[in-house]
């Protein structure tokens, strides 16, 4: 099974700040890594898929990058919609899918 | 517009069955992966089983093998979950969800509450 160790467990921001999440993958899993964006109450919402493509709707200011065992999910600037959980999950070598712990991106 | 609606959840006691159902709609349900997820409260996402379009093959997470078993009707567009031998660690919200080999989980439903409580 894949691990994915998701850092920090929270971080804590201001609107207009840049939001860097990390999440790392016990063996490589290509490129095959998504991202979603959870809000309370809310369904999770595809953000990221395959490392680095944004789903559609999804704003410019999310990005992803990284291959292998290392990814990164980038706010550029936070709007005040973007506090939130973030979760990682693989796609690589399944099952089991496998998803992060989560990030949770606070107002600082 | 795609859309996924469960229903079936609720209060089980220990030991006991439901069974969770998702309509689907706005794609071709047939030609789709769907699977659950499910969420504890407070906590984080788990997958709980798949089923593809393609052969009705079935997965499921070690937790709820053997317990659960993931069926679709593709003549109705309908994606089941029977859950057997419910425990307390089985609470949670359900989700059903549509899955894509490269786009990942790209639709998921609202959730269905499942409590298993004495």
């Known amino acids: 099974e894949i691990v994915l160790t998701q850092t920090p467990a929270t971080l804590s921001l201001s609107p207009g700040e840049r939001a860097t999440l990390s999440c790392r993958a016990s063996?490589?899993?290509?490129?095959?890594l998504a991202w979603y964006q959870q809000k309370p109450g809310q369904a999770p919402r595809l953000l990221i898929y395959?490392?680095?493509n944004r789903a559609a709707g999804i704003p410019v200011r999310f990005s992803g990058s990284g291959s292998g065992t290392d990814f990164t999910l980038t706010i550029s600037s936070l709007e005040p919609e973007d506090f939130a959980v973030y979760y990682c999950?693989?796609?690589?070598?399944?099952?089991?899918?496998?998803f992060g712990g989560g990030t949770k991106v606070e107002i600082k | 517009e795609v859309e996924l609606v469960e229903s079936g959840g609720g209060l089980v006691k220990p030991g006991g069955s439901l069974r969770l159902s998702c309509a689907a709609s706005?794609?071709?349900?047939?030609?789709?992966?769907m699977i659950w997820v499910r969420q504890a409260p407070g906590k984080g996402l788990e997958w709980v089983s798949s089923i593809r379009g393609s052969n009705n093959y079935r997965y499921y997470a070690d937790s709820v093998k053997g317990r659960f078993a993931i069926s679709r009707d593709n003549t109705d567009n309908s994606l089941y979950l029977q859950m057997n031998s419910l425990r307390a660690d089985d609470t949670g919200l359900y989700y059903c969800?549509?899955?894509?080999?490269?786009?990942?989980?790209?639709?998921w439903g609202q959730g269905t509450l499942v409590t298993v409580s004495s």
């Open positions: 063996q490589s899993v290509s490129s095959h």
């Open positions: 999950q693989q796609g690589s070598n399944w099952p089991p899918l496998t």
């Open positions: 969800a549509r899955y894509d080999d490269y786009v990942n989980i790209d639709y």
């Open positions: 395959d490392a680095s």
């Open positions: 706005g794609f071709i349900f047939s030609a789709n992966t």
